[in-house]
T-cell receptor, first 113, second 114 residues
């Protein structure tokens, strides 16, 4: 079965600090796509960052970067210089070649002023 | 085009009633997805369309659920004989036909079954 695990249900970080959210997944496919989505309170889900499994270079989008360890099936998200607007649920997800996207249970991140 | 839209945003119904939700994807996107999300959980895949063809259905989609995308544009999700366990947020997403298949989500329809 293809699964996504996020072992940190809740996290908090001080404004301007750095935080890392963990994600592990399980799949037998060799090529797939990984995503982190953000869902602010009462607002819709938006894509934060994406990574193609065959690309070894870790993706970076402004303050957001990933640490992709394919052998370990690990895909963590690092948020640098945390801002109050980063407070949200963060979902790790992956898509196989069959197009279905599987989401993890989410990590609730609170940025503390 | 301002993104994926869903209607209604909230629906309260009594157990046993039928409900229908609508999703309008981003106009150039040929793929459309339905998910269900319960409080504190990630979205669970229900079904998806490529153009008007329904390509996959989750086993979560019981025979009380039906989805259509008649002309490859908007989609509807109908739940018949609603049960209290159907209470959830129903999310729609669309994606273009690209290698990443990045999904753009709508605001969701929150269903409460009394």
């Amino acid at each position: 079965a293809q699964t996504v695990t996020q072992s940190q249900p809740e996290m908090s970080v001080q404004e301007a600090e750095t935080v890392t959210l963990s994600c592990t997944y399980d799949t037998s496919e060799s090529n797939y796509y990984l995503f982190w989505y953000k869902q602010p309170p009462s607002r819709q889900m938006i894509l934060v960052i994406r990574q193609e499994a065959y690309k070894q270079q870790n993706a970076t989008e402004n303050r957001f970067s990933v640490n992709f360890q394919k052998a370990a099936k690990s895909f963590s998200l690092k948020i640098s210089d945390s801002q109050l607007g980063d407070t949200a649920m963060y979902f790790c997800a992956f898509r196989t070649s069959y197009d279905k996207v599987i989401f993890g249970p989410g990590t609730s991140l609170s940025v503390i002023p | 085009d301002t993104g994926v839209s869903q209607d209604p945003r909230h629906k309260i119904t009594k157990r046993g009633q039928n409900v229908t939700f609508r999703c309008d994807p981003i106009s150039e996107h040929n793929r459309l997805y339905w998910y269900r999300q319960t409080l504190g959980q990630g979205p669970e895949f229900l079904t998806y369309f490529q153009n008007e063809a329904q390509l996959e259905k989750s086993r979560l989609l019981s025979d009380r659920f039906s989805a259509e995308r008649p002309k490859g544009s908007f989609s509807t999700l109908e739940i018949q004989r609603t049960e209290q366990g159907d209470s959830a947020m129903y999310l729609c997403a669309s994606s273009p036909d690209t290698v990443y298949n990045e999904q753009f989500f709508g605001p969701g329809t929150r269903l409460t079954v009394l």
